[in-house]
């Protein structure tokens, strides 16, 4: 696991933040972290809200990328949020058809409303895609970190969630 923040990187197109992504890939392929343990030779990428968008375009250019989960994207306000530049990164996200994805929002999301999204996720690869919008949670899952929990572990005992594949 890596976590970083893009905290002082000058938000703009999304252009250097997907860099960051990629380096930090090769960071972790490459063993340096831990000259004691075998590097990784598959990730999962995670991202939250701005991160879930930059992450998901960064996918396209990672091979070793077997997985992308995209947790409240801010879809809603993408074209303010990447300076018009947005789009782009959706483009670079459906390159990989053959990534399972995984987009998951709040039905009372502070900057995308559930249509928004579902038309997103529409065109998103149909075979790879799954959104889930888990209800009475907003952008920022206060006091449900538990069942967005359940969402990316697919525990699906107490059905606080809707499904939809693209």
């Not at 004691?36 to 999962?44: A, C, D, H, I, V």
């Not at 947005?86 to 039905?107: E, F, I, T």
Request: hydrophobic share 35%; aromatic share 10%; with cysteine.
């Amino acid at each position: 696991t890596l976590r970083f923040d893009f905290c002082g990187t000058q938000l703009g197109r999304g252009g250097r933040q997907v860099e960051q992504v990629k380096e930090a890939a090769e960071f972790l392929l490459r063993g340096r972290f831990n000259r004691r343990s075998t590097p990784p030779n598959r990730l999962l990428l995670v991202g939250y809200s701005y991160g879930s968008i930059i992450s998901a375009s960064a996918s396209a250019s990672i091979p070793q990328v077997i997985g992308v989960a995209s947790i409240a994207p801010p879809l809603g306000v993408r074209h303010w949020l990447f300076m018009f530049n947005g789009n782009y990164h959706l483009a670079q996200a459906r390159k990989r058809p053959d990534v399972p994805s995984l987009m998951v929002m709040g039905d009372k999301d502070n900057f995308t409303s559930e249509s928004a999204f579902m038309e997103i996720v529409k065109t998103m690869p149909q075979e790879s895609t799954t959104g889930a919008v888990l209800k009475d949670a907003d952008h920022f899952f206060r006091g449900r970190e538990k069942d967005l929990m359940d969402i990316l572990g697919k525990q699906e005992g107490d059905r606080r969630w809707t499904e939809h594949a693209s």
